[in-house]
């Protein structure tokens, strides 16, 4: 079947959970931004969790379904319409051939995803259907959609919508964060005690500069001991980098693959949906917990997300 894009809003990709084991090449993951939110509209649609889905910022997309199909919508609070008229946000929606479905613009959040049955059909890349807009490739031709565009999906045939409990994937509990969590990164003996009191004791907020490759932060300045110079080396996703202005850098799923700053700490993996939801002058603060207490956090989270879907 066919999608027409009949308009693409801001910034709509389309979007797996992303290509990895290919940084050593410069490739960085790129996939969803908020891939909590993503697996969440894959799971209710039937679809398994990586699923090609469309990934859409700030305003989302207009879209007529040339046949029937089952969508749902997960992420950032935003209007969902079908044919003009609201329908329920992160529940599996059974739409007819023709139909128009309408994401309007995002109110908490920044990020929504709209999975339908089956999948989007794109070529992999690197085995992903993520898309690199840095590199242009991957996803839909490189880019983002374009008015015009008509997307293909797989049958779908076989897999089966879910359904949840009521109240259970609200706003509060998939995209809003309270503090971002953090582990202590592979620099952290370049920091003094005071960097890392600054660090997690001061709010900051998120600028303009904030996208797929990184936010740049600002608030009280944090710098390392002193003013050495660090060797280009391995940047995992989600770490905190220091560069010479002392503003922290999160570096996301497009960032780069090494880099020159000093890393102070590093998001937790459970967490870092919540980094995909941030917009500018947003308020960030830290808190520390320990290797073992991250872990631990993500288990749980993975725990929470398959007790919903356990129909």
């Given at each position: 079947?066919?999608?027409?894009?009949?308009?693409?809003?801001?910034?709509?990709?389309?979007?797996?959970?992303?290509?990895?084991?290919?940084?050593?090449?410069?490739?960085?993951?790129?996939?969803?931004?908020?891939?909590?939110?993503?697996?969440?509209?894959?799971?209710?649609?039937?679809?398994?969790?990586?699923?090609?889905?469309?990934?859409?910022?700030?305003?989302?997309?207009?879209?007529?379904?040339?046949?029937?199909?089952?969508?749902?919508?997960?992420?950032?609070t935003c209007s969902f319409q079908i044919n003009g008229r609201e329908v329920a946000f992160a529940q599996a929606i059974e739409i007819d051939a023709g139909s128009v479905v309408q994401i309007g613009r995002m109110t908490t959040?920044?990020?929504?995803?709209?999975?339908?049955?089956?999948?989007?059909?794109?070529?992999?890349?690197?085995?992903?259907?993520?898309?690199?807009?840095?590199?242009?490739?991957?996803?839909?031709?490189?880019?983002?959609?374009?008015?015009?565009?008509?997307?293909?999906?797989?049958?779908?045939?076989?897999?089966?919508?879910?359904?949840?409990?009521?109240?259970?994937?609200?706003?509060?509990?998939?995209?809003?964060?309270?503090?971002?969590?953090?582990?202590?990164?592979?620099?952290?003996?370049?920091?003094?005690?005071?960097?890392?009191?600054?660090?997690?004791?001061?709010?900051?907020?998120?600028?303009?500069?904030?996208?797929?490759?990184?936010?740049?932060?600002?608030?009280?300045?944090?710098?390392?001991?002193?003013?050495?110079?660090?060797?280009?080396?391995?940047?995992?996703?989600?770490?905190?980098?220091?560069?010479?202005?002392?503003?922290?850098?999160?570096?996301?799923?497009?960032?780069?693959?090494?880099?020159?700053?000093?890393?102070?700490?590093?998001?937790?993996a459970a967490d870092m949906h919540l980094v995909g939801q941030l917009r500018a002058r947003d308020t960030v603060r830290f808190t520390e917990v320990s290797i073992e207490h991250a872990t631990a956090l993500l288990r749980q989270?993975?725990?929470?997300?398959?007790?919903?879907?356990?129909?």
């Amino acid at each position: 079947m066919a999608i027409l894009v009949k308009d693409p809003g801001l910034a709509t990709t389309v979007q797996d959970l992303g290509c990895y084991g290919h940084s050593h090449l410069g490739v960085s993951p790129a996939g969803a931004a908020d891939s909590l939110s993503f697996r969440i509209a894959n799971l209710l649609v039937g679809n398994y969790e990586n699923a090609p889905a469309l990934e859409m910022t700030l305003i989302g997309a207009t879209l007529q379904f040339a046949e029937s199909k089952i969508i749902a919508v997960a992420g950032a609070t935003c209007s969902f319409q079908i044919n003009g008229r609201e329908v329920a946000f992160a529940q599996a929606i059974e739409i007819d051939a023709g139909s128009v479905v309408q994401i309007g613009r995002m109110t908490t959040g920044v990020r929504a995803y709209l999975a339908m049955q089956g999948g989007i059909d794109v070529p992999l890349m690197m085995g992903s259907a993520s898309t690199h807009l840095g590199a242009r490739f991957g996803g839909f031709e490189g880019r983002m959609l374009r008015k015009g565009d008509r997307l293909r999906v797989h049958d779908g045939t076989g897999s089966r919508p879910r359904a949840t409990p009521s109240g259970v994937l609200t706003h509060a509990q998939v995209v809003l964060p309270g503090s971002l969590r953090v582990t202590r990164g592979s620099q952290q003996e370049w920091f003094d005690a005071e960097a890392f009191t600054v660090l997690l004791s001061s709010p900051f907020a998120v600028t303009d500069q904030a996208g797929r490759s990184g936010l740049r932060l600002r608030g009280r300045s944090i710098l390392p001991r002193n003013a050495s110079q660090l060797l280009t080396d391995g940047v995992p996703l989600g770490a905190i980098q220091i560069p010479p202005d002392g503003q922290p850098i999160i570096l996301f799923v497009d960032q780069q693959t090494t880099g020159g700053y000093p890393k102070i700490a590093n998001v937790i993996a459970a967490d870092m949906h919540l980094v995909g939801q941030l917009r500018a002058r947003d308020t960030v603060r830290f808190t520390e917990v320990s290797i073992e207490h991250a872990t631990a956090l993500l288990r749980q989270q993975e725990l929470w997300l398959k007790q919903i879907f356990t129909n």
